[in-house]
C-alpha cells in the first residue's frame, strides 16, 4: 500500500556560532494517499522544516522521510512531487507559460507533451490571456497563481505548500482556498499544507496538526470532519468556529 | 529658471562644454607648463593631420586587448561558476586571485615580454586586467541569485547544474555584464601597460612612449583621447547591453573581494590545508608555467632561482642593496600618495551630504574617468608637470582618488535617508549627523576604495618613476630591462606582487576586525 508522505521519528539540529537548535524533535507523521493535511504552529517550530525535508531540500539528523514509499530525493526527481512556496518564487525573466513549465525543463520532460496541460492550468488558475506575460507586468495575487499553476504542472501525487497565499490580502486568499479546494478536489493528490491562518487550515484540510516550537514537534492532530465539498458559507457556521477554536487552544498549548 | 531643473545628461553635456571651454582658453594663453596642455582645437588638428599613422597603431592596440579580453573573461567566468559551485576551490585559489587582483601590471610587464613573444605578452596582460573583475562579478552575481527558485529547482530533484542553467547564469548576466563593463578599459590598460614593456613596432602604448621623449603635447593628447575613446566605446557597449537585459540600476564599481561560503566550519588541520595550498597555489602555477614555455633559465627565473639570485649568489648583496634602496624610495610615495587621494576621495564624498549639487555635478566627470585607461595617460601628466618627484604624487593620487571617489560617494547614497534624520530630528547639525551617521556608514565603503586602489597606487608610482623621474622600482625595473639584469626583473616584479598583496591582505585584517567590532558588512 502506498504511504502519501511518512515521516518515523525524524530529528533535525541546526548549529549555527555554537548555539544548537531543535527545529525538529522525533516527529512522525503519516499522511494517507489522496489526503489533505495542514500544518500550523508558531514561527519557529519547524514546520517548514519539514516540508524542506520531504523535498530533499535538506536532510534529517535522524529518523526516515518517504514520499510515496520512496526517499525524497528520488520522489522529487520522478517528478512524484509538486511544490509552491510563500513567495512565488517566478523568474523575472521568463513568461508565465514558461515559468509554469519549469519544473518540465528541471526534468528533462518534453514540453510539446505538456502544451494542453499548461494551457489548461492557466484557465484553472484564471490567467487566460496572460500567457505571455511576465512576472513585473502580474500583480502579487495572479504571480501565485502562477506559482500554483506550476506546483500542478506534473500532475503530482504529492503537493507541498509552503505558505502559499501568506503575502496575499484576506479578501483574495479566501478566493484562492476555494480554488484550491476545487483543484484538489480534481487532482486528488495527497497534500501537505503549511500555513499560519486557522481559518485556511480548517476549511481545506481533512486534519489539522498542530505543532509547537523549541523543540519542534506535534503537539496535536485534530480532525476535519466537515463535508466537502466546502463553500464559503462554512466560514460563518457555528462548527467551523467551533474547530477554530481547538485549532487556537491547541497552539495555545492546552 | 535654474539649471538644477534641466535633465541628467543636459547637465552634463553643459558641464563638458565648461571643461573644453576653459581648457580651449587655458591652451590658447599656455598658461600651463608653457603649453604642455595644448587647446582641444589643437590637439584635434593634430589628430588629423597625424591620422594617417593611427589605423595600424589602434589594430596593433585593439587585438592585444580584444584577444586578452576574450581570454581573459572565458577564463574569468568559468572559474567565477567553479568558485560559486564548489565554495572549496575559491578559498584555494584565493591566493592566486589576490595576487592576480593586486599585481601591478607593469612590474611583471618587463617578464612577459621576455618570456613570451609577439602579441601575447599584450593579450596576457590584458586578460589579466579582466580576470578578477569579471570573476568577482560571475561569482556574486550566481550566489545572489534568489534562492527561492534555486529551491523550486531543488525541489524537482535538479542538483548544482540544473540550478545554474535554470536560475543562477541568467541572474548573474546583469552582474556579469557590468563586470565586462569594468573589464573593457582594463583590457585596453593591460595592453597598453604591456607594449610600455617593450616588443612590437604597432600598437597606441607604442606610438605614446615613442612620442613622449619628442614633446608634442598635441599629439601625446591625441593618442590618449583615442586610447580613452576606445575604451570608452567598450565601456558603453556592454553599458547598453545590460541596460537591455536588465532595465534595473547596476553599481558602477565592482566589488572587490571573494566571497567566502558560510560553510560548516572545518577541523583546523583542514583550514591549515587550504590556506597552505592557497599561498602555494600562485607559486606552483609560477613554476608549472616557466617549464611548460621551456623559457631557458638563463632568462626565466624559477622561486628557488630567484632565491638563489637574491640570497646565495655572489652578487647578491649587491642585488639586495640596490632592490632596498629602490624600495625606500617606491614605498613611501605609494603610501602618501594613496593616503593622500583616498583623504580627497573621502571628503569629497562627505561633503556630497552637505552640498549634494557640487557631487552631482562632479559625479559624470567621475563616472568618465572609469573609462580612461587613467594610468596609460601617465605620459600626458610628465609632460605636464615635469619629471620632479611631483609628478609620482600627482599620478598616484589621480589613480586612486577616482576610483575611490566613486565607491565611497555611491556608498553614501545608500544611507537610508531615516537614519540621517533621525539625528537631524534631535536638532544636531549638519557636522553632528556627518559625525554620528555619515561616517560611520561610509566605513565599509572606505576599506572597499582602500582594497581597490592598493594596487593602483603602486601601479600609478612604479610607471611615473620608470618613465619620469628615473627613481625607485619603476626606475630599477627599466634598468635592469637595458642591462639585461634578468634576476633584478624577476626580484623586482616578485617584490612589488608580494607588496602589493600584502598591504591588501593588512587592509582585509583591519577592516574585518573594525567593521566585526561594529556588527557591519563589508561592501562588495
Same mark, same amino acid.
Given at each position: 500500500m502506498a504511504s502519501g508522505i511518512a515521516l518515523r521519528d525524524v530529528s533535525r539540529t541546526f548549529v549555527s556560532r555554537g548555539q544548537t537548535t531543535e527545529a525538529l524533535r522525533s516527529v512522525s507523521l503519516d499522511c494517507a494517499p489522496g489526503s489533505f493535511t495542514a500544518l500550523i504552529g508558531p514561527s519557529g517550530c519547524g514546520k517548514s522544516t519539514i516540508l524542506r525535508l520531504c523535498l530533499g531540500l535538506d536532510t534529517a539528523n535522524a529518523g526516515t522521510v518517504t514520499v510515496?514509499?520512496?526517499?525524497?530525493?528520488?520522489?522529487?526527481?520522478?517528478?512524484?512531487?509538486?511544490?509552491?512556496?510563500?513567495?512565488?518564487?517566478?523568474?523575472?525573466?521568463?513568461?508565465? @507559460?514558461?515559468?509554469?513549465?519549469?519544473?518540465?525543463? +528541471?526534468?528533462?520532460? =518534453?514540453?510539446?507533451?505538456?502544451?494542453? /496541460? $499548461?494551457? #489548461?492550468?492557466?484557465?484553472l488558475v484564471g490567467l487566460n490571456g496572460f500567457e505571455k506575460a511576465l512576472p513585473a507586468e502580474l500583480s502579487g495575487g495572479m504571480r501565485q497563481r502562477v506559482a500554483i499553476a506550476r506546483s500542478l504542472v506534473t500532475t503530482p501525487r504529492v503537493l507541498f505548500l509552503d505558505e502559499?497565499?501568506?503575502?496575499?490580502?484576506?479578501?483574495?486568499?479566501?478566493?484562492?482556498?476555494?480554488?484550491?479546494?476545487?483543484?484538489?478536489?480534481?487532482?486528488?493528490?495527497?497534500?501537505?499544507?503549511?500555513?499560519?491562518?486557522?481559518? @485556511?487550515?480548517?476549511?481545506?484540510?481533512?486534519?489539522? +496538526?498542530?505543532?509547537? =516550537?523549541?523543540?519542534?514537534?506535534?503537539? /496535536? $492532530?485534530? #480532525?476535519?470532519?466537515?463535508?466537502?465539498?466546502?463553500?464559503?458559507?462554512?466560514?460563518?457556521?457555528?462548527?467551523?468556529?467551533?474547530?477554530?477554536?481547538?485549532?487556537?487552544?491547541?497552539?495555545?498549548?492546552? | 529658471m535654474g539649471i538644477s531643473h534641466w535633465p541628467g545628461w543636459a547637465r552634463a553635456l553643459l558641464n563638458l562644454a565648461l571643461v573644453l571651454l576653459v581648457w580651449e582658453v587655458v591652451g590658447q594663453f599656455q598658461l600651463?607648463?608653457?603649453?604642455?596642455?595644448?587647446?582641444?582645437?589643437?590637439?584635434?588638428?593634430?589628430?588629423?593631420?597625424?591620422?594617417?599613422?593611427?589605423?595600424?597603431?589602434?589594430?596593433?592596440?585593439?587585438?592585444?586587448?580584444?584577444?586578452?579580453f576574450l581570454i581573459g573573461n572565458l577564463v574569468a567566468v568559468a572559474a567565477g561558476v567553479l568558485f560559486a559551485l564548489y565554495p572549496i576551490t575559491s578559498r584555494v585559489a584565493r591566493g592566486l586571485n589576490v595576487a592576480i587582483f593586486a599585481l601591478p601590471p607593469i612590474a611583471i610587464s618587463p617578464i612577459l615580454v621576455l618570456t613570451l613573444s609577439d602579441m601575447a605578452p599584450r593579450i596576457v596582460l590584458a586578460a589579466l586586467g579582466c580576470y578578477f573583475v569579471t570573476m568577482t562579478a560571475t561569482v556574486v552575481g550566481l550566489t545572489q541569485a534568489d534562492a527561492r527558485a534555486v529551491d523550486v529547482v531543488?525541489?524537482?530533484?535538479?542538483?548544482?547544474?540544473?540550478?545554474?542553467?535554470?536560475?543562477?547564469?541568467?541572474?548573474?548576466?546583469?552582474?556579469?555584464?557590468?563586470?565586462?563593463?569594468?573589464?573593457?578599459?582594463?583590457?585596453?590598460?593591460?595592453?597598453?601597460?604591456?607594449e610600455f614593456g617593450g616588443g612590437g613596432?604597432?600598437?597606441?602604448?607604442?606610438?605614446?612612449?615613442?612620442?613622449?621623449?619628442?614633446?608634442?603635447?598635441?599629439?601625446?593628447?591625441?593618442?590618449?583621447?583615442?586610447?580613452?575613446?576606445?575604451?570608452?566605446?567598450?565601456?558603453?557597449?556592454?553599458?547598453?547591453?545590460?541596460?537591455?537585459?536588465?532595465?534595473?540600476?547596476?553599481?558602477?564599481?565592482?566589488?572587490?573581494?571573494?566571497?567566502?561560503?558560510?560553510?560548516k566550519p572545518r577541523p583546523a588541520w583542514q583550514q591549515a590545508l587550504i590556506i597552505a595550498s592557497s599561498v602555494a597555489l600562485p607559486f606552483a602555477l609560477w613554476w608549472v608555467l616557466l617549464a611548460v614555455l621551456r623559457v631557458p633559465s638563463m632568462i626565466a627565473k624559477t622561486p628557488p632561482?630567484?632565491?638563489?639570485?637574491?640570497?646565495?649568489?655572489?652578487?647578491a648583496?649587491?642585488?639586495?642593496?640596490?632592490?632596498?634602496?629602490?624600495?625606500?624610495?617606491?614605498?613611501?610615495?605609494?603610501?602618501?600618495?594613496?593616503?593622500?587621494?583616498?583623504?580627497?576621495?573621502?571628503?569629497l564624498a562627505l561633503s556630497s551630504q552637505i552640498w549634494p549639487a557640487i557631487v552631482r555635478a562632479f559625479m559624470p566627470v567621475a563616472l568618465v574617468t572609469q573609462t580612461m585607461p587613467l594610468v596609460a595617460l601617465t605620459p600626458l601628466l610628465v609632460l605636464m608637470l615635469g619629471r620632479g618627484p611631483a609628478v609620482i604624487l600627482w599620478i598616484t593620487i589621480s589613480v586612486t582618488f577616482f576610483p575611490a571617489f566613486v565607491t565611497m560617494a555611491q556608498g553614501l547614497l545608500q544611507?537610508?535617508?531615516?537614519?540621517?534624520?533621525?539625528?537631524?530630528?534631535?536638532?544636531?547639525?549638519?557636522?553632528?549627523?556627518?559625525?554620528?551617521?555619515?561616517?560611520?556608514?561610509?566605513?565599509?565603503?572606505?576599506?572597499?576604495?582602500?582594497?581597490?586602489?592598493?594596487?593602483?597606487?603602486?601601479?600609478?608610482?612604479?610607471?611615473?618613476?620608470?618613465?619620469?623621474?628615473?627613481?625607485?622600482?619603476?626606475?630599477?625595473?627599466?634598468?635592469?630591462?637595458?642591462?639585461?639584469?634578468?634576476?633584478?626583473?624577476?626580484?623586482?616584479?616578485?617584490?612589488?606582487?608580494?607588496?602589493?598583496?600584502?598591504?591588501?591582505?593588512?587592509?582585509?585584517v583591519v577592516e574585518r576586525r573594525t567593521l566585526g567590532r561594529l556588527g557591519m558588512a563589508s561592501a562588495e
Open positions: 510515496d514509499d520512496l526517499p525524497p530525493a528520488e520522489a522529487t526527481r520522478k517528478g512524484i512531487t509538486g511544490v509552491a512556496f510563500q513567495d512565488a518564487a517566478l523568474l523575472p525573466w521568463r513568461t508565465v @507559460e514558461k515559468n509554469i513549465a519549469l519544473p518540465l525543463d +528541471v526534468l528533462g520532460l =518534453s514540453l510539446g507533451d505538456y502544451r494542453e /496541460r $499548461i494551457a #489548461e492550468l492557466i484557465a502559499p497565499f501568506g503575502a496575499l490580502d484576506q479578501i483574495l486568499r479566501k478566493q484562492m482556498n476555494i480554488e484550491l479546494q476545487r483543484i484538489w478536489m480534481e487532482t486528488q493528490a495527497t497534500t501537505l499544507l503549511v500555513t499560519h491562518g486557522i481559518d @485556511e487550515a480548517v476549511f481545506l484540510a481533512d486534519r489539522v +496538526v498542530v505543532m509547537a =516550537s523549541r523543540p519542534g514537534r506535534i503537539s /496535536r $492532530i485534530i #480532525e476535519i470532519d466537515l463535508p466537502r465539498p466546502r463553500d464559503p458559507a462554512l466560514f460563518n457556521q457555528e462548527h467551523f468556529h467551533a474547530l477554530e477554536r481547538q485549532v487556537s487552544e491547541a497552539l495555545d498549548g492546552h | 600651463v607648463a608653457s603649453g604642455a596642455l595644448p587647446p582641444p582645437s589643437a590637439v584635434l588638428l593634430r589628430l588629423v593631420a597625424d591620422w594617417y599613422d593611427y589605423p595600424e597603431h589602434i589594430a596593433a592596440t585593439l587585438y592585444g586587448a580584444g584577444v586578452g531543488r525541489a524537482y530533484g535538479g542538483r548544482k547544474w540544473a540550478a545554474l542553467r535554470f536560475v543562477q547564469w541568467r541572474s548573474a548576466l546583469p552582474t556579469i555584464l557590468s563586470g565586462l563593463r569594468i573589464a573593457a578599459p582594463n583590457a585596453v590598460l593591460g595592453s597598453i601597460l604591456a613596432r604597432w600598437g597606441l602604448g607604442v606610438y605614446l612612449l615613442g612620442s613622449l621623449g619628442r614633446a608634442e603635447p598635441d599629439r601625446l593628447w591625441g593618442i590618449g583621447l583615442v586610447a580613452t575613446g576606445i575604451a570608452a566605446l567598450a565601456y558603453f557597449a556592454f553599458a547598453a547591453l545590460a541596460g537591455a537585459i536588465n532595465r534595473g540600476s547596476q553599481a558602477v564599481t565592482v566589488p572587490s573581494a571573494v566571497l567566502s561560503a558560510g560553510d632561482g630567484l632565491f638563489e639570485y637574491l640570497f646565495l649568489l655572489p652578487s648583496p649587491i642585488a639586495q642593496g640596490k632592490l632596498l634602496a629602490a624600495l625606500a624610495q617606491t614605498l613611501p610615495m605609494t603610501l602618501i600618495g594613496m593616503v593622500l587621494g583616498l583623504a580627497l576621495a573621502f571628503a544611507v537610508p535617508r531615516a537614519a540621517l534624520e533621525v539625528p537631524k530630528a534631535y536638532g544636531a547639525g549638519i557636522y553632528k549627523q556627518l559625525r554620528l551617521v555619515s561616517v560611520p556608514a561610509s566605513l565599509p565603503y572606505l576599506f572597499a576604495a582602500t582594497r581597490l586602489t592598493v594596487p593602483r597606487a603602486l601601479l600609478g608610482v612604479m610607471i611615473a618613476e620608470w618613465l619620469a623621474t628615473g627613481t625607485g622600482l619603476g626606475n630599477l625595473l627599466n634598468q635592469s630591462r637595458g642591462y639585461m639584469d634578468y634576476g633584478m626583473i624577476w626580484a623586482v616584479a616578485v617584490v612589488s606582487v608580494l607588496i602589493s598583496v600584502l598591504f591588501y591582505q593588512i587592509v582585509v
